[in-house]
């Protein structure tokens, strides 16, 4: 694919894509929009890609949204204006939502507005201590619109939504992880170390057992308990089928041998 806003690279089952406009923080516009739709789906089927890491080109990893490319240039198009909105709240949602890949992102610098959707969007995240978050809208006379305030709704304590999105106060990676926006922040010198680890021990797990895992936990969050144990009743059924019962066979059956111990290891590491 030939790509302006974005750079792929692809090694040891884990595809790395980098938002790639450096000289605008990596703001989003929508023709990165348009190709992040095409990225997405074009990895989610790739048998080579197990896990899909979100970064930024230089020392940023996203300011939000292209404020003129997306506010102002199409102020006057409302029809192309709602369909590059969808789009941007499609793949930054759903898509990231429910990706049957593992999915992290990395944040590297500024992460604002609308890239909070994109660590929302992503099963884990991790940070540079000196990243900086933040909403600024409030500071110019707007809201955390599109799918951020949902983005905030489903991460944050209320306190911490609202404070930072009434104040537009920014705050660094090490508070992103004390109120539970990012799992984890760590020195910039060790961020892409630390990610490609936990990537690289995410492409080593059964990947329908991941995908399963993900789809339990996403789609219960919209369930009663009792809708909830009948879904994963069936997707335990699914899985049986997904893997020719290796659940059973080689996960609990080598472990009934001796071979490893599945709460300390991961099936494969211990075996002889």
Same mark, same amino acid.
């Given at each position: 694919?030939?790509l302006e806003t974005l750079k792929i690279a692809k090694?040891?089952?884990?595809?790395?894509?980098?938002?790639?406009?450096?000289?605008?923080?990596?703001?989003?516009?929508?023709?990165?929009?348009?190709?992040?739709?095409?990225?997405?789906?074009?990895?989610?089927?790739?048998?080579?890609?197990?896990?899909?890491?979100?970064?930024?080109?230089?020392?940023?990893?996203?300011?939000?949204?292209?404020?003129?490319?997306?506010?102002?240039?199409?102020?006057?198009?409302?029809?192309?204006?709602?369909?590059?909105?969808?789009?941007?709240?499609?793949?930054?949602?759903?898509?990231?939502?429910?990706?049957?890949?593992?999915?992290?992102?990395?944040?590297?610098?500024?992460?604002? /507005? /609308?890239?909070?959707?994109?660590?929302? /969007?992503?099963?884990?995240?991790?940070?540079?201590?000196?990243?900086?978050?933040?909403?600024?809208?409030?500071?110019?006379?707007?809201?955390?619109?599109?799918?951020?305030?949902?983005?905030?709704?489903?991460?944050?304590?209320?306190?911490?939504?609202?404070?930072?999105?009434?104040?537009?106060?920014p705050f660094d990676g090490k508070t992103a992880a004390?109120?539970?926006?990012?799992?984890?922040?760590?020195?910039?010198?060790?961020?892409?170390?630390?990610?490609?680890?936990?990537?690289?021990?995410?492409?080593?797990?059964?990947?329908?057992?991941?995908?399963?895992?993900?789809?339990?936990?996403?789609?219960?969050?919209?369930?009663?308990?009792?809708?909830?144990?009948?879904?994963?009743?069936?997707?335990?059924?699914?899985?049986?089928?997904?893997?020719?019962?290796?659940?059973?066979?080689?996960?609990?059956?080598?472990?009934?041998?001796?071979?490893?111990?599945?709460?300390?290891?991961?099936?494969?590491?211990?075996?002889?």
């Amino acid at each position: 694919m030939e790509l302006e806003t974005l750079k792929i690279a692809k090694a040891d089952g884990i595809a790395t894509v980098t938002l790639n406009r450096p000289n605008k923080r990596n703001c989003m516009s929508p023709q990165l929009h348009q190709e992040m739709t095409e990225v997405l789906a074009k990895l989610r089927y790739d048998d080579e890609v197990r896990v899909v890491i979100i970064t930024g080109a230089g020392d940023n990893f996203c300011a939000g949204m292209d404020l003129k490319e997306f506010f102002i240039a199409l102020k006057d198009k409302p029809a192309e204006y709602e369909r590059v909105w969808r789009q941007a709240a499609e793949w930054r949602g759903r898509t990231l939502r429910y990706y049957p890949k593992a999915t992290i992102a990395m944040i590297n610098g500024y992460c604002f /507005g /609308g890239a909070f959707s994109i660590v929302e /969007g992503c099963d884990l995240a991790i940070a540079a201590e000196d990243a900086t978050f933040g909403l600024s809208e409030i500071n110019f006379k707007l809201f955390p619109g599109g799918t951020v305030s949902k983005s905030l709704a489903n991460l944050l304590r209320p306190r911490d939504a609202l404070w930072y999105g009434m104040t537009g106060r920014p705050f660094d990676g090490k508070t992103a992880a004390q109120i539970g926006l990012i799992n984890l922040a760590v020195p910039r010198a060790e961020l892409l170390e630390t990610t490609m680890q936990v990537a690289r021990e995410l492409a080593s797990k059964d990947p329908h057992a991941m995908k399963a895992t993900k789809d339990g936990y996403r789609m219960s969050l919209e369930m009663s308990w009792d809708a909830a144990c009948s879904y994963s009743f069936a997707k335990e059924q699914e899985l049986v089928v997904a893997q020719g019962d290796a659940w059973r066979k080689e996960g609990i059956g080598d472990f009934l041998q001796g071979k490893y111990r599945p709460g300390l290891e991961s099936h494969g590491a211990g075996a002889a």
